[in-house]
């Protein structure tokens, strides 16, 4: 494997710090951080630049929050300086590893994404009767620091490169504690290995999706499943046979088991792909896809927060439009005309000035599918399980 060097005067040049800035800055720009850095943006990326090359940088503190939709998570986010450096790095080194990328790896990656994932998850579920769907436990909180700089290391030989990754990797701040024993450990290895990366850095999409690039091409080229596909730490395997995914399950479990990963084995389990698989939200059957129950009570709660805020007049009309029109954006990605129809049609958009989004407005915006027999969405959920895994 081709290893890169001389990669530090591209990181700290003049050029890829000023689009750092940019990139960090993109909707954030009224924030007070964020407006006070670029108000004397020259100054503050000359001192930036200053600790980059004399090798004083070093990250500041995380201020944290928690969010609680889909479920409860810790969001940590970095001072604007230290995301100005997080872009600095990744727009340097994500074109190298881009190559090395697994084409079934689909998360935060340019031209890949949600729904193009769904989109081949789909294609899979109409070509294969079976498939085997995996979740890592606790993925980001269980990611091991030396590991993952070996992984980087595997890639780029430029020393001081790696150490700035180094650096934002050993900074990151406490995360959800994962005490698991792996083969060779003793009794302290859990307490002296630093493990987890902060979700909501921009660093972090990147660091997971290094850290589990072998694994890609592992399952690719060693087990040969007749589909996979990987949304950061979900994923899909496809196969003709029940077989083919139970002795897959046991080599997955082996192969993460070295990067000192888990699978959940309540939610790693082999489906008929005719009973549906959930993915990203959505439950995924042969001939059709639909949202998961949870995703359509969250947007007509949400729906309704947008209403009310509009009709007490702390919310904008764009702002209800935005959301909307992202909301059917996603939605429509599967075989959803119906419930659309219904969601809109018994919740019109009312307030002063008189808004009204119809069905008539939603046919103008995405043309409708043939609609199947089956209900507007599933509320089951869960699919049959199949016994022996």
């Known amino acids: 494997m081709k290893r890169h060097g001389g990669l530090w005067p591209l990181v700290t040049g003049w050029p890829n710090l000023e689009e750092a800035a940019r990139r960090a800055a993109l909707g954030k720009r009224s924030r007070p951080d964020v407006a006070a850095f670029l108000l004397e943006r020259e100054t503050h990326l000359a001192a930036l630049r200053r600790e980059l090359l004399e090798g004083r940088y070093q990250p500041a503190g995380y201020r944290t929050f928690v ?9 940590s986010a970095a001072p604007f300086r230290d995301r100005v450096v997080h872009h600095a790095l990744t727009q340097v080194l994500e074109p190298i590893f881009e190559r090395r990328f697994s084409g079934a790896s689909y998360a935060c990656r340019v031209g890949k994404g949600t729904h193009a994932a769904l989109a081949a998850a789909r294609g899979a579920a109409r070509s294969y009767p079976y498939v085997l769907k ?12 030396a590991i993952l700089v070996a992984e980087l290391q595997r890639v780029i030989r430029c020393g001081q490169t790696v150490e700035l990754a180094r650096r934002i990797v050993e900074g990151s701040n ?11 450990d003793s009794l302290f290895t859990p307490a002296e290995r630093r493990r ?9 999409q990147f660091f997971a999706n290094v850290y589990l690039n072998r694994f890609d091409h592992f399952v690719q080229r060693e087990i040969r499943p007749g589909a996979y596909l990987r949304y950061v730490d979900d994923f899909l395997l496809f196969a003709s046979t029940q077989n083919e995914l139970k002795d897959a399950h046991g080599r997955i479990g082996e192969f993460l088991g070295d990067f000192r990963l888990r699978l959940h084995e309540g939610k790693s389990r082999i489906y008929r792909v005719r009973d549906g698989v959930t993915f990203l939200g959505w439950r995924i059957f042969p001939d059709r896809m639909r949202l998961v129950r949870q995703n359509v009570v969250r947007f007509r709660r949400r729906l309704a927060e947008l209403l009310a805020g509009y009709a007490a007049g702390t919310t904008t009309r764009e702002e209800v439009e935005q959301s909307v029109r992202a909301w059917i954006g996603h939605a429509q990605q599967g075989d959803t005309w119906r419930l659309r129809e219904q969601i809109f049609a018994d919740n019109p958009l009312v307030g002063p000035p008189r808004l009204v989004i119809s069905s008539e407005n939603f046919r103008a915006a995405a043309p409708p599918v043939k609609p199947s027999r089956a209900s507007a969405f599933d509320v089951k959920g869960k699919g049959k399980r199949i016994k022996g895994i």
Not at 67 to 75: A, G, L, N
Not at 136 to 144: E, L, T
């Open 196 to 204: 987890g990366l902060p979700l909501g850095n921009q660093t972090s």
């Open 67 to 75: 969010i609680h939709e889909p479920k409860p998570r810790q969001i």
């Open 134 to 145: 995996c979740d890592v436990r606790k993925y980001f909180a269980s990611i091991d620091h």
């Open 174 to 184: 406490e995360q959800e504690t994962v005490a698991w024993y792996f083969p060779g």
